[in-house]
């Protein structure tokens, strides 16, 4: 109980706050307070205590003491450089690890292809934006027929319809059976947003697919490389195609 009262008088109690820098010390800058004067004293004790640690390791330090480290160290302007070792590869090892690399994205590639076939069977790119254009030719007689064609008119199809690929239905038809399938306008441009997304999708994979098959073919090249074999190189490598080599020809038994 006694607690209880304690806090709620300390709840009501007089906050006391710390003074500002006086006005005629102002230009003493500003006045620390007791978090400041943690704050400094603390980084002061820090350091200290490392400067003892520092100095407790040398007294103690053994003038015998020995690391297999040291043979490979160099003290360069007081800092201690370590030279970087370079891994000796037999050519046989290099070409193995060069044909690991060929397979790993040879396979990543034959994932993406199928990745690719199937979202084509889903979408049966019917209104793709990529797709080539096909073309419908119509053949008159006369010049006057020319003038006077209407192309609804011919299709027999409403007016609406025509820019459509696929899923134009005739007049008679529209007359005759009732539409299915979702009508509200704000549930087919919501459909339209996610095909596009699917199409944009598989628009990325086909251009992932093709750059993993010219990073094969350089790979494949550079392996091809690694034989003795006599060379000129007939094309220079490009960012879309690998560099070409003419190979001295040779018998083998």
Known sequence: MSAAFRKAAKSRQREHRERSQPGFRKHLGL???????????????KKQEYL????????????????????????QDGVHVIPETKEEVTPEQLKLMRTQ???????????????????????????????????HVFF???KKEVEQFDI????????????????????????????????????????????????????QRIERERK??????????RKDLLDKTRKVKV???TVNSPAIYKFQSRRKR
């Open 31 to 45: 006045l620390e307070k007791k978090k400041d004067y943690k704050l400094r004293a603390n980084d002061y004790r």
């Open 52 to 75: 003892r640690a520092l100095r407790k390791k040398a007294l103690e330090k053994n003038p015998d003491e020995f690391y297999y480290k040291m043979t490979r160290v160099k003290l």
């Open 140 to 142: 008159f007689d006369t």
């Open 101 to 135: 690399d060929v397979k790993y994205i040879e396979m990543k590639r034959v994932a993406e292809a199928k990745k690719i076939e199937r979202l084509k069977s889903e979408l049966h790119l019917l209104d793709f934006q990529g797709k080539q254009q096909n073309k």
């Open 212 to 221: 993993l098959f010219i990073i094969a073919q350089k790979i494949q090249t």
């Open 152 to 203: 609804a008119t011919h299709l027999r199809t409403a007016p609406e319809l025509v820019d459509r690929v696929f899923n134009r239905p005739t007049i008679e038809t529209l007359q005759k059976e009732k539409v299915k399938g979702i009508t509200h306008q704000t549930r087919l441009k919501r459909m339209a947003k996610e095909r596009q997304k699917q199409y944009n999708f598989l628009t």
């Open 235 to 237: 094309k220079k490598e």
